[in-house]
């Protein structure tokens, strides 16, 4: 379902979202509406994680706009919203108790179920952020880089998914699908990095290695038999990855030109 542009300047559209949004985990920042495009952004007081909610009009219908995709639109209220919004996923609602519920469902999910998203962080932190100039722009690209880092450190006990190194100084946040080719909830994706020590970083980086789903090491024939063995120390590697790496880990395979076979 899509709806025509949001009517984003009503008072009585503002005080029924507010009081849906306070009543169901999204208390922060209610005293002043902040809007884009037609769009009132929601945030919650206790978990970095934001949505957005629009309305044809007064009275509804209701489309509420989130950006994670752990979450199955399926188990909320309403239909599929496919018109122009500023998150991943929509719902169409029809009415009031439906975005309350929508809401209240999203708010347990994300505090009980879902471990903290690296992405809601940044757009949370990024939602201060002007990003008019170069400058302003280049902040909100380091804040990303560091959530991202913050996160993958967390994620491998700050050590070498290969080599078990634990020297800060030498270990790489590695994305495994390219920065410039991901997309912004990507490019903080923890199952979208490896951390590796410099060497290996190096080699994954421009594609002389990779992995299989399984994490079991690929070597380019590019990469030469003593590298190899400086890299393996003639021994059989293997990452430890999750089925969320594996969409990340055939991009680049893909990318640097590994067959799929059996991966």
Known sequence: MSVDHPNYNSAAIWIDIRQAAYRNG?????????????????????????????????????VLSFSEPRIDGAILPGTDYTGPMPGRSG?????????????????????EQLPPSAYQEFLDAAQSMPATTDAERLAIVRTAQG?????????????????????????????????????????????NGLLLS???????????????DDGNLLVSPKLSDRATAVLTDGRPVTVSVSAGHAPYLKDHRLRHGFAELDF
């Open 26 to 62: 999204f208390h922060r920042g209610l005293d002043q509406p902040m809007i884009q495009d037609g769009w009132y952004l929601l945030r919650s007081a206790t978990t970095p994680f934001q949505v957005h909610v629009a309305a044809h009009g007064e009275g509804g219908p209701w």
């Open 91 to 111: 719902r169409a609602l029809g009415s009031l108790v439906d975005l309350g519920d929508a809401l209240s469902r999203i708010y347990h999910l994300v505090i």
């Open 147 to 191: 959530i991202f880092r913050q996160h993958l450190d967390r994620y491998w006990n700050q050590t070498c998914a290969i080599t078990g190194v634990q020297d800060r100084g030498l270990l790489r946040a590695s994305h495994i699908k390219p920065w410039a080719a991901s997309n912004d909830y990507e490019r903080v994706d923890v199952c």
């Open 198 to 212: 410099a060497l290996w970083d190096a080699a994954f980086d421009q594609g002389l290695v990779s992995f299989s």
